[in-house]
C-alpha cells in the first residue's frame, strides 16, 4: 500500500476551501489511487467552521481519507506536506490601496513561506490560489530560500479554463477540441488569454475565429472580467470553479500534460519570452513526472507582445512593492 501523501490546504473553512476538500478526498486532485491526509490551516476565528467541514468529510467516508487534522499554526499545518494549496488570503477591502492589500497579505503569506521552509517535507509542491496569488507566491518563495524556487506556482488554470469554455462557446467546439490555449502574465484584470497558438480539432484557432475585432472588444475583457461578472451574478465570488481550477493544475503538474497540449500556470521567470526572470507570471507550460517547463520557441506577434508586456510591467511593479515593503 501506498504512503498517503500530505496536503495542507489553508483557508480551509472558507469557500473556496468547502469545493476543494471534497474532491481531493475523492482522489480527483492526484490519482484515483493515491491516499490523502488532509492538514486544515485556519486563522482561530476559522477552526470551528473547519471542524465542521471534517466532520462532513468524515460523513462521507472516502476511501481514500486518511486522516485530516486541523491547525492554527502555519508550523503545524505544513509539518510533512507534500502539496500546500494556499487558498486564504486578505481580500481587498473597500478603500485599500493596494499597498494595505500587499502588506496585509505579507503578513500571511512570509509566514507560511517560512513554515514550508521549516518543515514541509522536501518534494514539497505549493499553488498560491489565494490574491493577488503571483506576488503572494512570490512573497511565500523568497521566505523559503532552502525550497527549489519553481515548487512555488501561482494559479491561473481558472483563466485558462475560462479562456477555453468561452472560445468553444464562440466557434461551437467541444470544449475537449481545444488544446494549446495560453494564460499570460498576472492573473488580474490585465492577464492576456492568448488564442494564436491555441488549436481547435487541429485547427489554428485564430484562423478559425478570424474575428480581431472579436478578439480585443469580447474574449479578452470576458475572460478577464469573468471574476466580476460571477460576483454580480451569484452574489460571492467564483468557488466551485476556482477549486474545480486548484485540482485541475495540481493534477497536470503531478501527472503530466497530454501529448500535443500544454496547460498555464503562474511560474518563477528563467527570463523566457522576455519576461523579467524572478517574477511569477503565467506561461505556457508542459509537464512530466512532476516537473513543468515553458513551451519554447512560439512566435509572439504584435497583438500578444503588447498585452504580455502591459501585464508583465503589472507584476514588475507589484514585485517592486512588495520590495520596497521588505516583504522580498
Ligand atoms: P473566503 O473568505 O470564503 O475564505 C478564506 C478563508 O481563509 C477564511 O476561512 C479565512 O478564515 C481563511 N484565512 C484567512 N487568513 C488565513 C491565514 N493566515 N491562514 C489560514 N487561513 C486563513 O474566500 P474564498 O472565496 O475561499 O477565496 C479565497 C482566496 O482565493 C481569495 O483571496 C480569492 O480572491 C482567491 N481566488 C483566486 C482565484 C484565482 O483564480 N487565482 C479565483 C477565485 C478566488
Redesign the pocket.
Known sequence: TRTPVNVTV?????????ALLFRIASGHLLGADVPVKLRL???P??MK??EGTAMELDDCAFPLLKGIDIF?D?NA?FEGANVALL?????RTKGMERGDLLSANG??FKP?GKAINDHAADDIKVL????P?NTNALIAQAAAPDVPAERFT??????HNRAISQLAAKTGAAVSDIKRLTIWGN?SATQYPDIFHAEIAGKNAAEVVSDELWLADTFIPTVAKR?AAIIEARG????A??AN?AIDHVHTWVNGTAAGDWTSMGIPSDGSYGVPEGIISSFPVTTKDGKYEIVQGLDINEFSRARIDASVAELVEERDAVRELGLI
Not at 489553508?10 to 468547502?18: H, R, V
Not at 501561482?154 to 483563466?159: P, Q, S
Not at 460571492?236 to 468557488?239: E, I, K, V
Open positions: 489553508t483557508g480551509a473553512a472558507g469557500q473556496i476551501g468547502y490551516l485556519e486563522i476565528q476559522g467552521a473547519a492554527d502555519p499545518g487558498v486564504g488570503a486578505r481580500p503578513g500571511i507560511q498560491v490560489v489565494g490574491n496569488a501561482a494559479m491561473t488554470r481558472l483563466d492573473h471574476g460571492a465570488s467564483s468557488a470553479s476556482a481550477a
